[in-house]
């Protein structure tokens, strides 16, 4: 099924329930409202098989009516034809029922959403689409637009492109657009994560092998890099990829050519390079821990995806979008209490867009009622952390600042319990390199937070107050 067949059919499956005679039991994809008024009842089978078709009619209606540039009016009157010319086209529905129906099926559709969508060149509904794969969400904040017109302008060129934002913001929904965007879309998408694998699996799935070039290779791989052909290779977490790889990776690029592992020559390559990291790749390159001529080749056009905490006119929308898909997954009806949502707009979410959508998915499926309270809420989000506990912990540790107390307190508050990096810290305090290290180091001495991973990439777990 199609993505325009799979919003039809939402949509259908929604007026076609209440037109059936049936309860919404979820929150409608297409409806601005949920009816006050009783449905039609009695309907036979056939009568049934009808509205739903009409249903379809209308949904696929307004898809057609996509870069015409007309305005909801506009797209209001023209559904209104379209029901009539439906209604009066179905001998199997009553005349009184067709009547009542001609006057509620206008005003039943959320048509501005629906033409908003359909301008936009979207055939299908965000909350449909995301059943079955993640959606980058466009926001209104000045720093996610840029992000989006650059990536529209570098699109047609074959530019490689550095993606860099910390986890959760989706660079890999960004490295799909851009894909979706560029001439190589006809092509395969290849997405590697450079983290995920050890460095001698890496090279062998990267390059290709031949067969028996290492123990356990008993048939020949063509490698990532010639399985991209024509498309586009996205490699997440660059900045992870070891030293030697990050050599060889750096010769593909110039030559265009791979030598599979246990081969005798090289393959010519055809793919454009789009790569991701939430690392400060120019700092790892400085300190020797990353090839400095790899990134050169690697940001030719680097794209900057800001936290959720610095596109803050972006959360309402992604509240009520990721709502809006939880209920549908969850097949249920919520809604968040007032003092809730503000919680969620104050929250710094170091997480990003990923912990925003599944906190509500958690809330959804979990909430016993139909109102999202406070009391829902994971004890980081609700409380914030407890900042004056904080402070009063700071003040006592060796190698904090005082001037920086008040500001790390909130810091740390709202990160209770997860991983933070140098750049997290340099980026909320502003300040520089060696302070962020300092003090990342006196709350790892003080036991408020817990170091892991290697120099360059080391991340740190915060604790809690008086723990």
Known sequence: MTASERVISAAAADLAQWLGGETVSARPLVMERAPTTAPPSGLDPAGRRALE??????????LALRGRGLSPEEVGEALRREVHKRLMARPELERAVAARLEGALPRLLDVEQMVELAHRG????????????????????????????????????DFPVLLVGESGTGKELLARRLHQLSLRREGPLVTVNCA?????????????????????AEAARPGYFRQ???????????????????????RVLENRRVAPVGGGGE????????????????????????????????????????????????????????????????????????????????YAWPGNVRELRHLLQRLVVLSPGFEIGLEMLPP????????????????????????????????????????????????????????????????????????????????????????
């Not at 926001?139 to 017109?149: E, H, I, N, Y």
């Open 53 to 62: 078709s009409l249903a379809r009619h209308l949904v696929e209606a307004v």
């Open 122 to 157: 979207v055939n299908a509904s965000p909350v449909v689409a995301a059943l079955d794969q993640e959606e980058l969400v466009a926001g209104r904040s000045p720093a996610f637009r840029q992000v989006l017109k650059d990536l529209s302008q570098v699109a047609a060129s």
């Open 196 to 216: 995920a694998m050890p460095p001698s699996l890496l090279e062998s799935e990267l390059f290709g092998h031949e067969k028996g070039a290492f123990t356990g």
């Open 228 to 250: 991209a052909k024509g498309g586009t290779l996205f490699l997440d977490e660059i900045g992870e990829a070891p030293p030697e790889l990050q050599v060889r990776l750096l």
């Open 267 to 346: 393959v010519p390559v055809d793919f454009r390079l789009v790569a991701a990291t939430h690392r400060d790749l120019a700092q790892a390159a400085s300190q020797g821990q990353f090839n400095q001529a790899l990134l050169y080749r690697l940001q030719v056009v680097p794209l900057y995806l800001p936290p959720l905490r610095e596109r803050p006119e972006d959360l309402d929308l992604l509240l009520d979008y990721f709502l809006a898909q939880a209920e549908f997954l969850a097949k249920k009806t919520r809604r968040l209490a007032p003092e809730t949502k503000e919680r969620l707009r104050q």
């Open 380 to 467: 980081e989000v609700v409380g914030g952390g407890d900042e004056a506990a904080w402070r009063g912990v700071l003040a006592e540790v060796e190698g904090i600042p005082a001037a920086r107390v008040a500001d790390l307190a909130a810091f740390l508050a709202a990160r209770q319990g997860r991983e933070v990096a140098n750049q997290d810290l340099r980026g909320e305090l502003e300040c520089s390199d060696s302070t962020a290290k300092n003090i990342l180091s006196a709350l790892t001495r003080a036991g408020l937070a817990t170091a892991s991973g290697s120099r360059g990439g080391r991340r740190y777990r915060v604790g809690r107050p008086g723990a």
